[in-house]
């Protein structure tokens, strides 16, 4: 018997009408990529000539392929290509970040400003092994202080959250608990400022009535009595980066009196203090360079100037006249490694002092091998400076300049703060004309480039604060709103709303960001 054919399908009808045709496949353009190195712009390799629909996945492991290093490490990579300058509006985006493929970021992008004939220079910028996840939602909301909070800092492991707040106290919060911990009373006045040290081993706190405390963050008591010396406020803290002094790091505290004043935790003893600015001192910072490595600091003052000063002896060292009005914000390129010390994302805790310190000393050359110590300051004159004063040894020629490297300018109002992404290839900064602008420190081309405006916020922006993987941007405003930023797309990337009032701080440590203002609460937001 012959073998029966079944019968055809019967054809697809889509509300009567037959199924359409497949679409051919779009043929897509090839370019030719050359592929160099963000840092210093030296080719990855020769130029190759690549399909423009590779997605950015795929370049990133065809440069991992490329690279001629030895360890087998794949390392994640962000890329983009710059505008050139006919092609860039004021105030647009200065480069075009790669996030799905060439062809649709970069030749079908709004300016026109590439074709495929045209040699693409596409930047590698290598990012860390690890990555945060954005915070979404807010996990707790503790109440506790009695008046506004003013200041907020996480520990070095991020297992522990200081505040300080208009009531006079400083509380410490358990954060895998999300709970109190202790309360830490002592001062007479509000408490503007609180530093942990690089080992978590004290907490240092600064109030409106001058004096200068140390606590135990284990048991919440005071270490001995207050540090009394300044005749007005505490306006900022510092404690001597771990790499220079691991057993009894030192703390440098300014005041509104225009003096800045260097205690030796140990006998809780005044070891010098710098007198030279004539009005407030708003900002101490303790840098990990200077001259022969020995530590340096850098004050900001009301007096339009900053000064640099040797932390060995308090000796003057430079005094840096350009700003035209007062000096309210600073931040180093090192701050990251220098507030966390050892601690890196790997959660190891060092078994000695001596451990710590050659873990931190690793993780601060690293870092500086690759540009020197950079400080940026922000004034009330709307403008910023970034300053290399001290040219690295082994980082290329051109750092150790009194005079600023660049002059960023761009907000219409005051400068509120400036925060360094903890790997020292960006800078933020927040402004009283509502904006963050993001600027290029990475060392290719010009230092302190400007790449972008984040706008979002309708109220001034009083705090930044950069994820550890320097992927994200937080941001703290008068609008009751906390911001995080995806700096792909220079875009809001979560909107988290809940404060009732102006939030004055925020900080950002692993994956959870903290934030804490006028409404009295301290609020934890997680993914």
């Known amino acids: 018997m012959a073998t029966l054919l079944p019968p055809p399908k019967r054809p697809k009808l889509y509300h009567g009408v037959a199924e359409p045709e497949p679409e051919p496949l779009k043929a897509s353009p090839n370019v030719v990529v050359q592929f160099v190195n963000e840092h210093d712009g030296t080719p990855i390799a020769p130029a190759v000539n690549l399909p423009a629909n590779i997605a950015r996945e795929g370049l990133e492991v065809l440069v991992n392929q490329l690279r001629t290093k030895d360890d087998d490490e794949h390392v994640p990579f962000a890329f983009h290509v710059a505008l050139p300058e006919e092609a860039t509006k004021p105030n647009a985006p200065t480069r075009i970040v790669i996030s799905k493929s060439i062809e649709v970021d970069v030749l079908a992008h709004a300016s026109h400003a590439f074709s495929e004939e045209d040699v693409l220079v596409v930047r590698c910028a290598p990012q860390s092994v690890f990555k945060v996840r954005p915070a979404t939602r807010c996990s707790a909301t503790l109440q506790g202080h009695s008046s506004p909070i003013l200041c907020a800092s996480f520990s070095p492991t991020g297992n522990l959250l200081a505040t300080g707040s208009g009531d006079t106290h400083v509380r410490l919060w358990d954060l895998y608990t999300e709970t109190p911990s202790h309360t830490l009373t002592g001062h007479t006045g509000w408490v503007l400022c609180v530093e942990w040290d690089p080992l978590e081993r004290k907490l240092a706190s600064g109030g409106h009535d001058g004096h200068v405390r140390l606590w135990d963050p284990k048991t919440g008591k005071p270490l001995g009595d207050a540090m009394k010396g300044h005749s007005?406020?505490?306006?900022?803290?510092?404690?001597?980066?771990?790499?220079?002094?691991?057993?009894?790091?030192?703390?440098?505290?300014?005041?509104?009196?225009?003096?800045?004043?260097?205690?030796?935790?140990?006998?809780?003893?005044?070891?010098?203090?710098?007198?030279?600015?004539?009005?407030?001192?708003?900002?101490?910072?303790?840098?990990?360079g200077g001259l022969n490595g020995h530590g340096v600091l850098y004050t900001a003052s009301s007096d339009r100037t900053v000064r640099v000063w040797d932390a060995r002896g308090g000796k003057q060292l430079h005094i840096l006249k350009d700003h035209a009005h007062w000096v309210t914000t600073l931040a180093l390129n090192t701050d990251?490694?220098?507030?966390?010390?050892?601690?890196?994302?790997?959660?190891?805790?060092?078994?000695?002092?001596?451990?710590?310190?050659?873990?931190?000393?690793?993780?601060?050359?690293?870092?500086?091998?690759?540009?020197?110590?950079?400080?940026?300051?922000?004034?009330?004159?709307?403008?910023?400076?970034?300053?290399?004063?001290?040219?690295?040894?082994?980082?290329?020629?051109?750092?150790?300049?009194?005079?600023?490297?660049?002059?960023?300018?761009?907000?219409?109002?005051?400068?509120?703060?400036?925060?360094?992404?903890?790997?020292?290839?960006?800078?933020?900064?927040?402004?009283?004309?509502?904006?963050?602008?993001?600027?290029?420190?990475?060392?290719?081309?010009?230092?302190?480039?400007?790449?972008?405006?984040?706008?979002?916020?309708?109220?001034?922006?009083?705090?930044?604060?950069?994820s550890a993987d320097s992927r994200m941007l937080v941001s703290a405003s008068k609008d009751a709103t906390v911001k995080i930023w995806d700096l792909k797309t220079y875009k809001i990337k979560s909107d988290l709303s809940g404060h009732t009032d102006e939030v004055y701080c925020v900080d950002f440590v692993a994956d959870k960001v903290v934030s804490g203002g006028r409404d009295r609460t301290v609020k934890i937001w997680k993914n």
């Open 336 to 466: 990251f490694v220098l507030r966390t010390g050892p601690f890196d994302h790997t959660g190891k805790r060092p078994s000695s002092d001596e451990e710590a310190q050659a873990l931190a000393l690793k993780r601060y050359t690293a870092l500086v091998s690759r540009t020197p110590e950079l400080l940026i300051s922000g004034s009330d004159d709307h403008t910023l400076f970034l300053w290399s004063l001290f040219a690295s040894s082994n980082a290329e020629p051109g750092g150790g300049k009194t005079k600023p490297l660049t002059r960023l300018t761009g907000h219409q109002r005051q400068v509120s703060h400036v925060a360094f992404s903890p790997d020292g290839r960006w800078a933020a900064s927040a402004g009283w004309d509502s904006a963050v602008r993001l600027w290029d420190c990475s060392g290719a081309g010009q230092l302190g480039k400007f790449v972008a405006t984040l706008r979002g916020h309708v109220g001034p922006v009083y705090r930044l604060a950069w």
């Open 232 to 288: 007005k406020w505490v306006a900022s803290l510092a404690w001597e980066p771990l790499h220079l002094n691991p057993s009894t790091p030192r703390l440098a505290s300014s005041s509104k009196d225009g003096t800045v004043r260097v205690w030796s935790t140990a006998t809780r003893k005044l070891e010098y203090a710098l007198g030279g600015h004539t009005a407030s001192v708003n900002v101490v910072k303790w840098g990990g």
